[in-house]
């Protein structure tokens, strides 16, 4: 009987039947090329022959049987037809067949060898094969590149409800679980089982979230699934990242009835059943479910750690995604501001209505504030670049400096951040280069040999401030003076210290005796005004002469959007940005005076400003051309106060910027457009713009 | 009581390896040449009221194939057992074809020892 042989005599027995009965398909496929059945039978000797040396580690006749059946299989499939000379070849295969019965798998390799691997080839080069040895390498798991590293593991499990007639149980797959990991966490959803007596007992109604700890590599757990993973959902996560020696940062964001339903301990209608009640969720749990307190403490306990680490993970969101999210949510508000106030002209009338609006509009400016949120990231990144940069340049010019940092947790709108760097660095180079002194001169001027540099970050007023502050020799006021003297930008009189600073931001303008590699490139501070001014800031200078020199950055918290007044002009409504607006005055008569040369002019607090119609400059039809009809905004520009006459204010109100360049083009004086409420559009003021528009300013 | 696993296949090299693993790790181990004879067995043990816990099958035979037998299991009485097919690298498309008629895994041809059982102990305990 067959149990008293061996394995290998069993297979040796097998194989030469097979081998015999594979010469007499052969001899009969012969006379009879176009026998399908022959060649099916053939292909099921040769594969069987591969199935049955490999159970015998016979691997050169494995590899061999491979090569046959990859020919047969090309037959089978019609790619490559039957020829006298592929008959003659799988012949001259019998006969190399026979020969391996006649040796052991260990011997056959120095016996045989040779002339197996020259057949291999001759079966390779058979015309019109092409068998790669690289098809099979594609195939070696990639197993190797596991890490054995201890990772967490998020695992649910939803199985199709018919599991149980494909032969698998998954209580079979959650022990197989726990022998290769630690099961954290293990939640069963019930939720789903019906009433008892529609309960079909051959059904599957639950499905399952676990959390596990493994060291095994991550394929020994995805095999556990290999045979469920097609049809049923499966989805793993390496949640390692999310904990922290072994506390889940992810608690920190959750309520506690989220965590205790999550870990399984309360159903989710439980627990809303609960929140009605509105009590404290832990009392609550523990009064009505014989919830025990140790795991309400727990649990808090996890979370309070969790909430104390309050790392915050992070997910990669396309930018332009959230660009558009913060326009629509920007719309969103616009428009439910109008319905607000549409309802509130009539709140008279239905008081609910109004109320219910007026949360509306409250939940609407709650959404858009966080939305913006997620748009903020800390400066400190940028702010952690420069303390390189102050180093470096600080050694190239032998200086010793030291950099003081501030308010680097004050959060910015990501395309802000990435927009001030390089004016950023411009300011900090050159505090350290023209600003803090060479240690002679400090000595000298009876200061530490080490400079200073501060940088600042916070919020004041709903802006960003951001200062560069140097404790240098201050700015040299005279110089300024020559230099502008030289340029002929400045004819003598008093200026104020602003005036005199003004000069240092037009383009060409440096008073620094050398041009040095540091900061003297071509790239001065006007193109540091022009960068801050197109993301709608501003610039300031402080200086005090031996003291040091403060460069303060005003930024908008956000670019998307922007306080503005409504104005009309005729037809027209245009909408001015509320921070460039001083005042608005509704003139008397005889305030406007014309200076030839000059324009026109108004009386602003005791002194002349001059007077632009916005009518004419942008060519609107009006009927109101008498100043004293109209309203005139002070405005404060780089130079200058102005006068800008309009038709009327019609209210102030937020607006989301389009830009025009994108949609039309650039157009001098306006930097975007607006779609009100009513679906009208408003063009937006560009202040500065408008200043070098009716000035012709350099900057 | 002994689990009882069914091996239906050709290759008596096959059947007897298998046979050698399982019964050496304890199953009690019945074999078939072919699907038709793997469900003549399971006539008889269906007749006998005796159970089965796990059949192995080949899917290239003469006579039965393998997938024409999953799918005549699944029509009746043993449809809940567990069905393993045996396959070969070559046969990736049998995989799903054998999942799809009804199978519960598959074991890639040649195998180690280990390795059955492994998937056994997936199945049966």
């Known amino acids: 009987m067959a149990e008293k042989k061996t394995l290998y005599e069993i297979f040796t027995e097998e194989a030469s039947e097979i081998i015999s009965m594979l010469e007499n398909d052969l001899l009969e496929l012969e006379t009879d090329i176009e026998n399908k059945n022959l060649v099916n039978s053939i292909f099921r000797y040769i594969h069987t022959l591969k199935g049955s040396s490999g159970m015998v580690d016979y691997f050169l006749l494995t590899k061999f049987t491979h090569e046959l059946e990859n020919i047969l299989a090309r037959i089978r499939s019609g790619d490559l037809k039957i020829t006298p000379g592929l008959i003659n070849l799988f012949l001259s295969a019998i006969d190399t067949l026979k020969q391996f019965l006649l040796y052991k798998p260990e011997n056959a390799e120095d016996n045989i060898g040779l002339e197996v691997r020259a057949l291999i080839e001759g079966i390779r080069k058979f015309k019109g094969l092409d068998i790669s040895e690289s098809d099979k390498e594609k195939k070696i798991p990639s197993s190797a590149k596991d890490n054995f590293e201890e990772k967490i593991l998020q695992i649910s499990m939803k199985f199709r409800p018919d599991i149980f007639e494909t032969g698998t149980d998954p209580l079979m797959l959650l022990r197989e679980l726990s022998e290769v990991s ?48 097609e049809d049923n959902t499966i989805v793993m996560e390496d949640v390692t990242d999310k904990f922290i020696g072994g506390i889940d940062t992810r608690y920190a964001d959750k309520m506690l009835g989220e965590i205790l339903e999550e870990e399984g301990y309360v159903t989710e209608s439980e627990l809303l059943e609960i929140i009605d009640n509105q009590k404290k969720m832990g009392e609550i749990l523990v009064d009505s479910k014989n919830l025990d307190t140790n795991i309400v403490d727990k649990v808090l306990e996890s979370q309070k750690k969790s909430r104390d680490l309050q790392i915050s993970s992070t997910i990669r969101v396309d930018a332009s995604k959230l660009d558009k999210l913060v326009n629509i949510v920007g719309e969103l508000v616009i428009s439910i501001a109008r319905i607000n106030q549409l309802v509130s002209e009539q709140s008279y009338k239905n ?47 032998d200086k010793r400096i030291n950099l003081f940092m501030s308010g680097s947790d004050t959060e910015l709108d990501k395309t802000l951040i990435e927009q001030i760097e390089d004016p950023l660095k411009h300011l900090i180079r050159n505090a350290v280069d023209h600003g803090v002194g060479s240690p002679d001169e400090r000595i000298a001027a009876g200061k530490p040999v080490e400079g200073s540099i501060w940088l600042r970050a916070y919020q004041q007023e709903g802006k960003i401030i951001i200062e560069v502050e140097d404790d240098g020799k201050g700015i040299d006021k005279k110089a300024i003076l020559r230099k502008a003297g030289e340029k002929g930008l400045y004819k003598g009189g008093d200026l104020s210290n602003k005036e005199i600073y003004n000069f240092l931001f037009l383009p060409g303008f440096t008073t620094a005796k050398h041009v040095s590699e540091i900061s003297g490139r071509g790239v001065g501070l006007d193109v540091v005004r022009k960068n801050i001014e197109s993301l709608r800031g501003s610039i300031d200078v402080f200086s005090e002469t031996g003291k040091g020199t403060l460069f303060r950055l005003k930024l908008p918290l956000t670019l998307a959007i922007i306080e503005g007044m409504q104005v009309s002009i005729g037809e027209e409504i245009i909408t001015v940005p509320l921070f460039s607006i001083v005042e608005a005055v509704r ?10 040369g000059k324009g026109e002019l108004m009386e602003f607090r005791e002194s002349y400003i001059p007077l632009l119609r916005l009518y004419e400059i942008f060519g609107f039809e009006t009927k109101v051309k008498d100043p004293a009809n109209a309203l005139i905004l002070i405005l404060e520009g780089h130079h200058r106060k102005i006068g800008l006459m309009v038709d009327d204010v019609i209210g102030q109100q937020q607006v989301v910027i389009k830009s025009l360049e994108k949609n039309y083009r650039q157009v001098p004086g306006i930097s975007g457009a607006t779609v009100l409420g009513g679906g009208k559009i408003s063009l937006i003021l560009d202040v500065y713009g408008l200043e070098k528009l009716a000035f012709g300013d350099m900057t | 009581m002994n689990k009882r696993i069914l091996i239906v296949d050709d290759s008596a090299t096959l059947r007897a390896s298998v046979n050698f693993v399982l019964t050496d790790a304890g199953y009690e181990v019945v074999q078939a040449k072919n699907g038709e004879e793997g469900l003549d067995i399971l006539k008889r043990l269906k007749v006998s009221s005796s159970k089965i816990d796990m059949i192995i099958s080949d899917i290239n035979m003469p006579v039965m194939d393998g997938i024409t037998f999953v799918k005549e299991v699944k029509k009746g009485e043993f449809r809940f057992v567990p069905i393993l097919i045996l396959t070969t690298e070559s046969e990736n498309a049998k995989k799903m074809e054998g999942k799809a008629a009804g199978a519960s895994g598959w074991l890639v041809k040649p195998f180690k020892p280990e390795q059955l059982l492994w998937v056994v102990k997936k199945f049966v305990r």
């Open chain 1, 587 to 596: 003139p008397e008569d005889n305030i406007v005076k014309t200076i030839e």
């Open chain 1, 182 to 229: 630690e099961i954290i966490r293990i939640k069963a959803n019930t939720e789903s089982i019906p009433a008892i007596e529609k309960l079909q007992y051959e059904r599957l109604y639950l499905s399952w979230e676990m959390l596990l700890k493994t060291d095994r590599p991550l394929s020994t757990i995805e095999n556990i699934f290999i045979f469920v993973k």
């Open chain 1, 351 to 397: 008081r609910d209505l109004y109320d219910a609006s007026e949360q509306l509009e409250r939940i609407s400016r709650y959404v858009q504030e966080q939305v913006m949120k997620v748009r903020m990231v800390p400066i400190e990144g940028t702010f952690r670049r420069f303390q390189r940069i102050v180093r470096d340049t600080a050694r190239e010019l």
